[in-house]
């Protein structure tokens, strides 16, 4: 099955990337197309995929179709595309906000339809994307889908009901963790680290801490208590973080950023 992409920026770029790096399709398998010129050279330059000059080309020679393009232009793209559809082709959404309903009001007919949130993280092939369909999605097709969405990092079935949740806890939070690390590199730096220094120790801090999680599969106040000696530094640190309602201020963030995308 071809997969076609309409859209060809970063998140379609790792898609690309992750899929030919995990052998599931070949660059002669992938297509796609960009309303900029450069984009599309580029990504024929750096992947070798069949690139086309405009959105109807890509939708005719596509198996599987990402509309991977901004949410605000959704409804002009499918306007576009959708005399072009045939029954069998799978359409896959990564925009936040646009539910399985309204993507099939736009088409004014039956689709097969997966909806999905990737994030940022996907660039280094350490993405994670929520996953919701509609009844006309068979289970191969699922599966196929499912596939290319962890090519690039892991991707999970959720209920529709919680891709607002998914944008909120990891469409959006990548932003979160830089805005962290950023912050404890600037108190290093004020200490006297070298910045780049700084930066590389505070990285390296959140990707093994999070690596712990998941490989432990330990909760993480049981891994963040196995840091706290009695009366030492870490604890302390914690109590300033508590003092400053630093858990607080994480949750309301988050849903904050829930109820921004439940109302895009």
Known sequence: MRVGF???????????????????????????TDCIPESRDRAQEIYQILVTETNLETVRKADILFLSVKPQFYQEVI????????KEQVIVSIA????????????QQEVKLIRCMPNTPALVGEGGTGVCYNGNVTREELSEVMTILSSFGKASIVKEELMDVVVGISGSSPAYVFLFIEAMAD?????????????????????????????????PGVLK????????????????????????????AVLGCIDKSKNL
């Open 6 to 32: 309409i859209g060809l920026g970063n998140m379609a770029s790792a898609m690309i990337g992750g899929i030919l790096t995990k052998g599931i399709r070949r660059p002669e398998d992938l297509v796609g």
């Open 79 to 86: 306007e576009q595309i959708r005399g072009e559809m045939r």
């Open 96 to 107: 936040p906000g646009k539910t399985l309903q309204w993507i099939q009001n736009q088409f």
């Open 187 to 219: 108190a290093a730096v004020a200490a006297g680290m070298p910045r780049d220094q700084a930066y590389e120790f505070a990285a390296q801090a959140v990707y093994g801490s999070a690596k712990m999680v998941l490989e432990t599969g330990k909760h």
């Open 225 to 252: 208590d196995m840091v706290c000696s009695p009366g030492g530094t870490t604890i302390e640190a914690i109590r300033i973080l508590e003092e400053r309602g630093f858990r607080s201020a994480v949750m309301e």
